[in-house]
């Protein structure tokens, strides 16, 4: 399988420690935004999703927390566990003519000891 | 990978040649999209297709073709390669079109 380069911010947590990545996202007119995660070799998968109105949302161990004012996404872990071990990418989605457009950000390894 | 695959999985590759990725799904999924992964950039659109012959240009097009004859096939082609389309290409596929897509395993590719 494929992954990301090594140039990338980290976050070491330790097993049972919470996470939190924080995303900076650029467009006021986003409707949705998504957390995708990427582990090793494989290509990213969608973990969670918080549409613009919202501020929070939760879901399995995970909480997305949306700051519109000074446009800041952040998602949250709870007891983050080895298998959480991986590159997080924040997305945001907006609506164009054509369909739905995603814009990705650069990414957030995350890095968990045992 | 939701049914999805992506060949080849590695490619080295000289400047000037042509190059075809292809990438398979078996999920029936009108949407089919190509994005490239650079270190710092996260993943950029290269192309999508919202039906068979039905294709656009994303983000980052310029030096890329695509083509899509049957639900199942995206192909992506650059004509000419060059050293700056080295980087490591996904594909991915939606129902709807939305921000839930699903990605295949990834094909790096290495331009010399």
Redesign the interface.
């Known amino acids: ?8 911010p980290t976050l070491s947590v330790q097993e049972g420690d919470n996470s939190i990545i924080n995303c900076a996202y650029s467009n006021s007119a986003s409707d ?1 935004f ?1 957390w995708y995660k990427q582990e090793s ?6 973990i969670i ?1 918080i549409r613009s109105n919202m501020d929070k949302r939760q879901g399995q161990r995970v909480t997305v927390l949306l700051n519109k004012t000074v446009k800041h996404l952040s998602l949250q872990i709870a007891a983050t566990q080895p298998g959480d071990s991986a590159v997080y ?1 924040c ?1 945001e ?1 907006t609506m164009e003519a ?5 814009t ?4 957030t390894r995350v890095l968990v000891k045992p | 990978d939701a049914g999805i695959t992506q060949s080849p999985r590695h490619k080295v590759t000289e400047t000037g040649t042509p190059v075809t990725l292809r990438c398979h799904q078996t999920e029936n999924h009108r949407y089919m999209y190509w994005y490239r992964q650079d270190p710092g950039h996260g993943l950029r659109l290269i192309h999508y297709s919202y039906g068979v012959k039905d294709t656009d240009k994303g983000e980052v097009s310029d030096g890329y073709s695509v083509s899509r004859s049957k639900t199942e096939d995206f192909l992506l082609t650059l004509e000419s390669a060059t050293s700056s389309q080295t980087s490591v290409y996904f594909c991915a596929i939606s129902f709807t079109g939305g921000y839930e897509q699903f990605f295949g395993p990834g094909t790096r590719l290495t331009v010399l």
């Open positions: 399988g494929e992954s990301v380069g090594l140039h990338l949705y998504i070799g494989k290509g990213p998968q969608f999703d990418f997305a989605n054509a369909g739905n457009k995603l990705f950000g650069g990414g």
